[in-house]
């Protein structure tokens, strides 16, 4: 008996790129990763982390190739299994592959399956979209809170001895 996970991953994109995964529950996240490169024909070779997520798509804990385990000397995603990361259907996690251009995806699992084969080879089961040659824009955006840095700095009371005026450098 074995346990098939149906993994969707969606890029973050305008035009809708979907691709249906089935990898089996003992796989590892860099086995996803793998897979996922293959699916969405990225170039191989490239740094990846994933996230978990709830259901509004918030990033959470990070799962990062570049973790690595002095003990066993694997990296995090080879220390995660899939049957690990998604517990049960619907579960998500935010996927990001090569740290210069964050191609972003969206995976969620979609169905869990017991079947009687013993082996399974990880495959893409359906394909929606082309990926586009270059990676979505992505905006960063700073937290505009209500913080100023310099708000408690009185301007008024500059007599410390390491401030000499406009020539202080």
């Known amino acids: 008996m074995t346990e098939v996970f149906t993994i969707r991953a ?21 086995d996803l990763h793998k897979i996922l490169v293959q699916a969405f024909d990225l170039e191989p070779g490239e ?16 799962i990062s190739m570049m973790a690595f385990d002095a003990e066993s000397g694997k990296n995090q995603l080879e220390a995660h299994s899939i049957e690990e990361s998604f517990v049960k259907e619907e579960e998500k996690m935010l996927f990001v592959y090569d740290y ?3 191609w972003t995806f ?5 169905a869990i399956k017991i079947i009687d ?9 359906g394909k929606i979209g082309e990926r586009p040659n270059t990676p979505p824009e992505k905006e960063m955006k700073a937290d505009t809170g209500d913080d100023d840095l310099f708000s408690e700095w009185d301007h008024d009371n500059e007599d410390s001895d390491d401030y000499q005026g406009d020539d202080w450098y």
């Open 10 to 30: 969606i890029l973050d994109a305008d035009e809708d790129v979907i691709r249906d995964i089935a990898i089996h529950g003992n796989a590892n996240l860099y």
């Open 117 to 125: 084969e013993t082996s399974f080879e990880s495959q893409v089961l």
């Open 47 to 62: 740094m990846s982390s994933f996230f978990k997520s709830n259901d509004d798509w918030e990033q959470g804990e990070e």
């Open 100 to 102: 210069m251009n964050l």
């Open 106 to 110: 969206y995976l969620e699992a979609t």
